[in-house]
Nanobody, 126 residues
Framework: HVQLVESGGGSVQAGGSLRLSCLALYFPYDTNNRMGWFRQGAGKQREAVATTYTGVGYGRTWYADSVKDRFTISRDGARNTLYLQMNSLKPEDTAVYYC?????????????????WGQGTQVTVS
């Protein structure tokens, strides 16, 4: 089954940048599936940050309004890796960030719409 391993979190000052990586093993890139990044701040619900489709839907992306124009989701198929480039970071971006995989190519962005999850990586912006 699909295995997701995140890396790249850390601490950064406001205005700085970080790039998160998610190694996705056994993910079927050649079919119409979807990958995404979620985050969960302390005492908050997990929320979708960005998603991207694979297969025939390749190139379709979505961003939460709070990160639009600051974050970029991308994928390197040769490395089986999903990325989240985060620029102009703000203290409110502080959260645990999770990589997620949706094998149904769904169009909604709830937690239950994704089938597999990584372990999460902490991002702290001060």
């Amino acid at each position: 089954h699909v295995q997701l391993v995140e890396s790249g979190g850390g601490s950064v000052q406001a205005g700085g940048s970080l790039r998160l990586s998610c190694l996705a093993l056994y993910f079927p890139y050649d079919t119409n599936n979807r990958m995404g990044w979620f985050r969960q701040g302390a005492g908050k619900q997990r929320e979708a940050v960005a998603t991207t489709y694979t297969g025939v839907g390749y190139g379709r992306t979505w961003y939460a309004d709070s990160v639009k124009d600051r974050f970029t989701i991308s994928r390197d198929g040769a490395r089986n890796t999903l990325y989240l480039q985060m620029n102009s970071l703000k203290p409110e971006d502080t959260a645990v960030y999770y990589c997620a995989a949706d094998l149904g190519g769904r169009c909604t962005r709830g937690v239950t719409d994704f089938d597999y999850w990584g372990q999460g990586t902490q991002v702290t912006v001060s």
